[in-house]
């Protein structure tokens, strides 16, 4: 999927007014997923497998990673957003969505086994 059909996807299931805050959004959800991944490697494919821009711009981020339960993850990506954690929640249901449609299958099962089980099930439900 191509940069701008994923930011379009997630201006359309998020109902947000711009392509500007739907870049906001994938770029800080997309970021936190990364900080999930303990391994630089793991890491780096992850983001290797993004589209276009949203890739080069977390390739250029300093490694880090967090140790999280779901409720703080949400608050992490919800505290990026600068948005109380309802909203959160519907931004990383939202670009995790848009994700799982960009990427094979084998890449989100890859993603996931490597990530808290609780966030896992957490990103399953629809958004």
């Known amino acids: 999927m191509k940069d701008r059909d994923f930011l379009a996807r997630v201006q359309e ?7 500007r805050e739907a870049r ?3 770029t800080e959800v997309l970021r936190a997923l990364a900080h999930l991944l303990p391994e630089a490697q793991v890491r780096r494919h992850f983001i290797s ?16 990673a967090l140790l999280m339960e779901r409720g703080a993850f949400v608050q992490h990506v919800a505290a990026a957003l600068g948005v109380h954690a309802a909203d959160g929640k519907r931004a990383l249901r939202i670009v995790y969505r848009v994700l799982k449609e960009a990427v094979s299958p084998g890449q989100v099962a890859q993603f996931e086994a490597h990530i808290p089980k609780d966030i896992a099930a957490f990103l399953e439900k629809r958004a």
């Open 13 to 19: 299931l998020g109902a947000l007014p711009s392509p």
């Open 24 to 26: 906001r959004w994938a």
């Open 49 to 64: 497998q993004l589209p276009g821009a949203l890739k080069a711009r977390l390739l250029a981020d300093p490694p880090r």
